[in-house]
């Protein structure tokens, strides 16, 4: 099972750090990605960070303002989020994968959270 947390309204240019807890099987067997799904639209990548959290991989527009990590013992992963735009408005998921490599497609995810909503808006 995985639950997000952390979503909420912000204005632009503010920041949001978004939560993934995992229970019910060892976190540290899956990479985690995090995903978008804003209204109208197809669900896209946003980042994904590996099972031991060495290798990481974000959408080119998520470069420079956001940063996936992970707390193993925790388990739980992360999404910080800075200088958001009125775009990055979306119901945030986040997913793990079994694969070894980060991927970015949703097909290789074999577990879904229930989703956070970000709004970005003045």
């Known amino acids: 099972q995985l639950v997000e947390s952390g979503g909420g309204l912000v204005q632009p240019g503010g920041s949001l750090r978004l939560s993934c807890v995992g229970s019910g099987r060892t976190f540290s067997d899956y990479g985690v990605g995090w995903f978008r799904q804003a209204p109208g639209k197809e669900r896209e990548f946003v980042a994904g960070i590996s099972r031991a959290g060495t290798k990481v991989d974000y959408r080119e527009s998520a470069k420079g303002r956001s940063t996936i990590s992970r707390d193993n013992v925790k388990n739980t992963a992360y999404l910080q989020m800075n200088s958001l735009k009125p775009e990055d408005t979306a119901v945030y998921y986040c997913?793990?994968?079994?694969?070894?490599?980060?991927?970015?497609?949703?097909?290789?995810?074999?577990?879904w959270g229930q989703g956070t909503q970000v709004t970005v808006s003045s």
């Open positions: 997913a793990a994968s079994s694969r070894a490599a980060v991927v970015i497609s949703s097909y290789e995810y074999d577990y």
